[in-house]
């Protein structure tokens, strides 16, 4: 099999090396082409494709903190709420992230590129009774928060869908 191509190779050497040899910049051209495609668009891609993901990621992270600062508008350090109150601030906050991510009815966001709907997978409000507590997620919380657990789907750019889970504790002092 080798003696087959080897009359091959050697073609392929002897045309490359009168190439690389060649001062009429045919070697410079050569080098900028293997540099192009093997290392430059394949860099540029692939930041592309990560700003974009982490673009719609802040999105849903950032309508997170409003919406739970929306929703904690009314509730101070000593406020303790309950039942109907607690649901009253959980109301307020799918609300208004809905509102904020402009969500339709099906679930999916106008202004992101998802291919499943946005969900809300937990959302627990604590109050200053319940306080210090640990959310389910493990996270130590001092003051009156919200906890809030989204998921959804992202389509990259060369079309794999990249699952989103998005954890985030907000508390009455926008931490």
Known sequence: MCKLLQPELDRITRCLKRTL????????????????????????????????????????????????MGALYNVSQDTILYDTGKQAVADAFTTLFKKNLQIDDSGYSKILTTTQPITIQELVVYD??????????????????????????????????????????IDIFER
């Open 21 to 68: 040899g060649n001062k009429n910049g045919d070697s410079a051209l050569i080098l900028v082409s293997v540099l192009l495609f093997t290392i430059i668009i394949p860099i540029s891609t692939y930041a592309m494709n990560s700003t974009i993901l982490l673009t719609q990621y802040d999105k849903i992270k950032q309508a997170i903190k409003v919406s739970a």
């Open 128 to 169: 200053a009774g319940d306080v210090p507590a640990t959310c389910p997620q493990g996270t130590v919380i001092s003051f009156p928060a919200i906890h809030v657990v989204v998921s959804t789907q992202f389509k990259d750019c060369f079309g794999k869908p990249r699952d989103v889970l998005i954890h985030s504790d």
